[in-house]
């Protein structure tokens, strides 16, 4: 092989190996969340919540998500230990009363429909099928904004490596045609 074409050929791989981290890299921006929490701690034995603790369904059938900074202040109206998170807490949203402005990883486009109410009351499916370890995590990893389309990258499901840790719409789509069941657009699109 001759000498040009072998830089040549290194220039290509090192051009190439550049783009294939430092496209995700650009094209996602990186966000902190606002506080950390540790989802083991709050449902160890030693605080003993369940899921639904926080995350209820109300009376009407409809999925509460995220509970309000009233459900921390049970515990935490005066700090319970000496982590800087908890001083946050208590300081800048519980006594304020301020929301605090959690970034939601599975976010989905608003002209797509999900509810809780179907998959977890009525197929009865865990928590972990679509979520993976998130209620059991010890911190909160970044979030990551798809610069372009705003959405959260867990949604975009593939990433260029080719795997998946989401919830795309073939993703869903499998487990429906698993399931027979009907997956007409309008199900799930408004
Ligand atoms: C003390 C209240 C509390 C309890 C108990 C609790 N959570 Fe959470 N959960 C939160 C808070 C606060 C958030 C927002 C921060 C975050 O993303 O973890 C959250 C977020 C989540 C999310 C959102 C992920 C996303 O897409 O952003 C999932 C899934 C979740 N919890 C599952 C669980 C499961 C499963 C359990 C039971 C094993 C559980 N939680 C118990 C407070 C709680
Ligand atoms: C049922 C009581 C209870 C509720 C409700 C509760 N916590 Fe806690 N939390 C505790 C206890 C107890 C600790 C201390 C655990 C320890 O000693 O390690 C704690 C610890 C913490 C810490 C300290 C760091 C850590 O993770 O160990 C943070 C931050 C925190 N909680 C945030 C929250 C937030 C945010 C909410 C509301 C979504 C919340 N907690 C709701 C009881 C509660
Ligand atoms: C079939 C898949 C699936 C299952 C099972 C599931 N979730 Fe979700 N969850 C989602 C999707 C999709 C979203 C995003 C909804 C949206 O943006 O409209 C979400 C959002 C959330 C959120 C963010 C708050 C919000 O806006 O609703 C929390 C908290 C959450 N789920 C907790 C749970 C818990 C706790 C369980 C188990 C009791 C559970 N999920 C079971 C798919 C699922
Ligand atoms: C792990 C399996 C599973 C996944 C993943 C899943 N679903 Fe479902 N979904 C079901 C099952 C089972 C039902 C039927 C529930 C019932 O009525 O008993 C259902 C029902 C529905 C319905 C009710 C409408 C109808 O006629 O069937 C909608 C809307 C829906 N899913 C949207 C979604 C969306 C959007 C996603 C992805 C973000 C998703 N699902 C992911 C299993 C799943
Ligand atoms: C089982 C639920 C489900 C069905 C059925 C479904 N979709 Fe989707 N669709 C989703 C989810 C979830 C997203 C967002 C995540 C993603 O982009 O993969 C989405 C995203 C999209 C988007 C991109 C929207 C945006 O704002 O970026 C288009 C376009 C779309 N779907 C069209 C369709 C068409 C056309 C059909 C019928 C052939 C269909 N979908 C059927 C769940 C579904």
Not at 16 to 24: A, D, E, R, S
Not at 26 to 49: A, C, N, W
Not at 56 to 85: N, Q
Not at 170 to 183: K, N
């Amino acid at each position: 092989m001759n000498r040009g074409l072998l830089f040549f050929a290194a220039g290509l791989l090192a051009a190439l190996g550049i783009g294939w981290m430092g496209f995700p890299r650009m094209l996602y921006e990186r966000i902190d969340q606002p506080l950390q929490f540790s989802h083991r701690v709050h449902t160890s034995e030693k605080v003993g919540l369940k899921c639904d603790d926080c995350h209820a369904f109300r009376s009407d059938g409809s999925f509460a998500g995220i509970p309000s900074v009233s459900k921390c202040a049970e515990c935490h109206a005066a700090p319970l230990t000496a982590s800087a998170d908890e001083k946050l807490l208590v300081e800048k949203y519980i006594v304020p009363g301020e929301e605090i402005p959690w970034r939601v990883y599975s976010r989905q486009p608003d002209n797509t429909y999900f509810s809780h109410l179907f998959h977890v009351r009525q197929a009865r499916l865990k928590c972990d099928e679509c979520h993976g370890s998130h209620g059991s995590s010890e911190s909160l990893r970044e979030f990551q904004r798809n610069r372009l389309s705003g959405y959260s990258r867990d949604i975009w499901g593939q990433n260029i490596a080719g795997f998946s840790r989401g919830m795309k719409m073939t993703e869903c789509s499998r487990c429906h045609a698993a399931r027979g069941r009907s997956d007409a657009c309008l199900d799930c699109h408004k």
